[in-house]
């Protein structure tokens, strides 16, 4: 995945990147919602992960191709590529069946949480938590090469669970150790960016549904971001199927370590986006950061 440059600011212990001397947001206090898992359930979900149950998982996105072709240089173009150690599918049972998302490994202070789209842990209003649910780094085409991480807490917004509030469509899931070593010591790790601005320069990478491109490779696209709304941003890069709910959009991405800072996630307006040409992600501010903060307590 080709490196990108930004001009932001490292604040801070450079856990968090900012764009002035605030992290704002639009909520304060803990507005947290979350679930535990226990070592019971987690060890069943590892057994359950078979290779026949993750090459027949849907996505929980459904995006229409919608013709858009990157000829005229109008639209960027994404490639597929052979993945990144902090990247992974994410599968999990919501209870209509086996399904998959795109999750990354980002930086906290317990070394064990990943980032999503949170209508990938939760289903919003009347909804529920997701089950059996696993990461799995750098997965390609079945291959496991940091194997099967397993759930302990999901933390997202209480706006996202009671009212499916799109611009708050984020979560975290804190993984269990494996080995003894945490996610962040087996694979490394993104940082977290809030209060960007668009107009950046982003890479953006996640696992689109199998059937547009049979090789189940992950796809990558370097594209730059664009205001939708006050808490909604977009891109525009073919190729993002069903499947890359979640996928991160990374600023300052290193070539040579294989990490960013995380600016956004596939999600929000429309889900993320009704083609595969459009993705949005909720503007990350204050409530992302803090979000965070409540991932750590439950990790």
Request: charged residues 20%.
């Amino acid at each position: 995945m080709a490196a990108t440059s930004t001009g932001v600011v490292v604040a801070g212990a450079g856990a968090v990147l900012l764009a002035g001397n605030r992290a704002q947001g639009h909520v304060v206090g803990d507005m947290s919602a979350g679930v535990l898992i226990s070592a019971t359930d987690a060890g069943e979900t590892e057994r359950y992960w078979t290779d026949r149950r993750m090459g027949g998982a849907t996505p929980i996105d459904q995006r229409a191709d919608d013709g858009v072709r990157a000829a005229s240089g109008s639209v960027a173009r994404s490639k597929t590529f052979g993945g990144i150690p902090t990247l992974g599918a994410l599968f999990f049972n919501n209870g209509g069946g086996d399904h998959y998302c795109t999750a990354s490994v980002v930086h906290s202070g317990s070394h064990s949480l990943i980032l999503t789209a949170a209508h990938c842990l939760h289903g919003g209003r009347g909804g529920h938590y997701a089950r059996k649910i696993a990461f799995v780094p750098k997965y390609d085409r079945g291959r496991r090469p940091y194997g099967v991480w397993t759930v302990k807490s999901m933390t997202v917004h209480r706006n996202w669970v009671s009212k499916g509030d799109v611009d708050l469509d984020f979560g975290y899931a804190a993984l269990n150790k494996r080995g003894g070593r945490t996610i962040e010591k087996a694979v490394g790790y993104n940082k977290l960016a809030i209060n960007q601005g668009t107009g950046k320069w982003v890479n953006i990478a996640g696992y689109p549904k199998i059937v547009h491109d049979r090789r189940d490779h992950p796809i990558y696209c370097r594209t730059k971001t664009k205001r939708k709304s006050k808490y909604q941003i977009r891109m525009d890069c073919t190729g993002f199927y069903g499947g890359t709910s979640g996928s991160p959009w990374l600023l300052n991405y290193s070539g040579r370590t294989h990490t960013g800072y995380i600016n956004g996630v596939i999600g929000g307006y429309q889900g993320g986006g009704s083609t595969a040409s459009t993705s949005y992600s909720p503007y990350f501010d204050r409530d992302v950061y803090d979000l965070r903060t409540a991932a750590d307590k439950r990790a």
